[in-house]
């Protein structure tokens, strides 16, 4: 145990962790001895003979799992990016102990009596805003994780949250193993007509790893849709890949996940009715900004009907295009991605590939994205390359104040492996506080296909928009400024987490920035003026079909999660409830499928994180637009703004209320208004 790196504070700047020497057989002991060290701590604060005070209570309580919380980052944070067998085995035989842990902790009656007793006597305890805020905070996650239940009760609850923690690794693993398992062997070169040669050399390399050498393997994304769908010319090849997809999860076999679904949301919906909630929705959104289940259904009843009405607007200028080629066949999910691509470049004389030169991956990152954050909040930049690497594809880099303070790392993960899971997310090592002296440490992740050694790699349009979306995320996280952890960076309402990511997707197509970073990568010559001019005249193009899919998949989850227990479908009744819930919200639009199906929706099966919550990226898009509003109002890429911006949102939190924060912040509520003009859902369909 002495010569487990996880057991003791890192050595390195920042408390870095120590990825060059933490191996497999480090984690479990290292789980096993944090929680133990944890109880012990809950246990001198739930028995101290002395009358509960904030400090020896909720004070103490922040400080409590110090080890465990270190273990957790450094394993859960790695098991997304470069898991392997062993790994996904600690997983398992870690979710339900984890469970039980917290259960321990949350169902203590005597440490609740402490709390609840400070809960009651607040206003007379003198504290400031951020401590009072603390207090209230502990005290509704205690009720609301069952502090209040009977013992009976209690038990019931108890063996739920075990079971559910296990229901979520297994499907979290079912997804990862059934996407690598579903790539798309393709046998010959004149298959991928359409296709670049960078990604052509990237399928032989990837089908020479699988055993295949001649061959060519296409690899899936997490999400439904699939980026070659929208160059390969070969339809029956396209179809293949998009019923790859679709089907996933789903066609029997060990990684069927369907069997796991109608179970866990039985379960979810029984414990939200053992803590006095309608359905696990209303649980969920009860601390969210939205509130309540009627408040999201109102949003999306008023946008999915002008969504859906664009996105059959443009699958008739799809079918047109078809019908014009003499293809002789109707529109079909697997067409819509290389149509979508000849309608722009007719009408606007524009193909996305067009600017793939310009948006060289480093290019992206440096002159982009780490260029936009110095102009706004005059933040710099330095390589660390003396940091020990997770991964050899990852960078860290030392993030400094403009007065040359220092202030966070940050790693960037950008390529794709069959080790690291689907889509692009942040995380955090090291969380920032004032109580424990510590400077945050955050991470960016994406799926960014790697090309064969000594070729670039050029980026999509939506490629370089997450990057810059993610690095929203890694901006809350670095600039947080708060005492306690428990409010550390993006540790507020899920449904406000999206905002300041989605605000900072604003500057990749600012025009200072833009002209800094897209640059083709073989003269250096800047994105031309016309293509410029075309991409923002192409802005709201195909919204009908971003729009359309993404409601799919939040309506699905909220469906799911609006059931009683009775409700609940068995098994082989998964995908019929998933289409008959689209049906109901008039989201069934064949050619357009969810961006995610229900069984390999990792976001709300495989955790408890955006479970009733998918629809916190359209709900936080209403601020992120009222906000992209105030800039442009107010001067758009000013040092003046981003202090503002950076003081008055990012540096507070979860210290203080979000909707509130905003107020402060815009002056004003924000208005849905601005979010119907970007999608184009303001505008006439005919």
Do not use: C
Request: overall charge negative.
């Amino acid at each position: 145990m002495t010569d487990n790196p996880l057991l003791t504070e890192s050595t390195l700047p920042y408390f870095f962790p120590h990825f060059d020497r933490i191996k497999d057989e480090h984690y479990a002991p290292a789980f096993i001895a944090g929680m133990g060290e944890h109880r012990a701590e809950i246990d001198l604060i739930a028995n101290n003979p002395e009358a509960p005070t904030f400090e020896n209570t909720i004070t103490a309580l922040e400080r409590a799992g110090q080890t465990l919380g270190r273990v957790s980052r450094v394993f859960f944070g790695l098991s997304g990016t470069i898991t392997n067998p062993a790994m996904q085995k600690t997983e398992k035989e870690m979710a339900p102990k984890l469970a039980a842990h917290g259960d321990a902790i949350r169902l203590n009656a005597a440490l609740f009596q402490r709390i609840s007793t400070l809960f009651d006597n607040r206003e007379s305890l003198g504290l400031d805003a951020e401590s009072d805020r603390l207090l209230e905070r502990y005290y509704k996650d205690f009720i609301r994780a069952g502090a209040k239940l009977n013992e009976e009760q209690k038990t019931a609850l108890r063996a739920l949250n075990a079971e559910l923690a296990t229901i979520h690794t297994n499907i979290a693993q079912n997804i990862l193993k059934e996407t690598n398992a579903s790539a798309v062997l393709v046998e010959t070169r004149e298959e991928l007509d359409g296709m670049s040669n960078n990604a052509i050399a990237a399928a032989a390399v990837a089908a020479k790893a699988a055993g295949h050498e001649g061959k060519f393997v296409i690899r899936l994304l997490n999400t439904t849709g699939q980026p070659a769908l929208a160059s390969l010319k070969n339809r029956a090849l396209r179809q293949r890949l998009h019923e790859a997809s679709v089907t996933r999860n789903s066609r029997g076999g060990e990684f069927d996940n369907t069997a796991l679904i109608s179970r866990l949301v039985r379960l979810r919906s029984e414990r939200a009715a053992l803590l006095g909630y309608q359905h696990h929705a209303a649980l969920q959104l009860e601390e969210q900004t939205a509130r309540t289940v009627d408040a999201v259904n109102a949003l999306m009843s008023q946008l999915a009907p002008p969504a859906v009405a664009n996105a059959r607007k443009e699958g008739a200028d799809l079918q047109a295009v078809i019908d014009a080629e003499g293809g002789g066949f109707q529109l079909a999910p697997w067409d819509w991605a290389i149509y979508t691509e000849k309608v722009r470049k007719a009408r606007y004389d524009f193909d996305g590939q067009q600017v793939r030169p310009y948006y060289e991956m480093n290019r992206v990152l440096i002159d982009g994205v780490f260029f936009a954050a110095t102009k706004l909040y005059g933040i710099t930049f330095q390589e660390r390359p003396d940091l020990p690497k997770y991964h050899d594809d990852t960078r860290i880099f030392e993030v400094f104040n403009e007065d040359g303070s220092p202030l966070a790392l940050f790693i960037v993960d950008w390529y794709a492996r069959p080790s690291k899971r689907g889509g692009a997310w942040a995380n955090s090592y090291v969380a920032q506080s004032h109580l424990f002296g510590t400077k945050p440490i955050s991470a960016n992740h994406l799926n960014i296909p790697k090309p064969p050694a000594g070729e670039p790699t050029l980026l999509t349009a939506d490629e370089v928009n997450t990057a810059f979306h993610e690095f929203g995320h890694a901006l809350h996280t670095m600039f947080s400024d708060v005492k306690y952890p428990r409010f550390a960076g993006t540790s507020v309402p899920r449904d406000f987490v999206e905002f300041p990511s989605q605000v900072n997707e604003m500057w990749a197509n600012w025009p200072e920035i833009l002209q800094n970073y897209a640059k083709h990568y073989q003269t250096g010559e800047p994105l031309p003026v016309a293509m410029l001019e075309k991409i923002q005249a192409a802005e709201q193009f195909n919204e009908g079909f971003r729009t359309t899919e993404y409601l799919a998949a939040t309506l699905v989850d909220l469906a799911w999660h609006q059931l009683m227990p009775d409700e609940v479908p068995a098994p082989e009744a998964v995908m019929a409830f998933e289409a008959a819930a689209l049906a109901r919200y008039g989201v069934n639009y064949d050619a357009v499928p969810p961006r995610y199906r229900s069984p390999y929706f990792n976001h709300i099966f495989a955790s408890n994180g955006y479970a009733a919550g998918y629809y916190s990226y359209i709900w936080s898009e209403v601020l992120d637009a009222d906000n992209v509003d105030w800039f442009k109002q107010n001067g758009g890429l000013t040092r003046a703004n981003g202090d503002r911006y950076r003081a008055m949102l990012l540096s507070r939190g979860g210290s203080l209320d979000a909707m509130q924060m905003y107020r402060d912040f815009a002056g004003r509520k924000p208005n849905v208004k601005h979010l119907l003009d970007r999608r184009g859902l303001n505008a006439p369909t005919e």
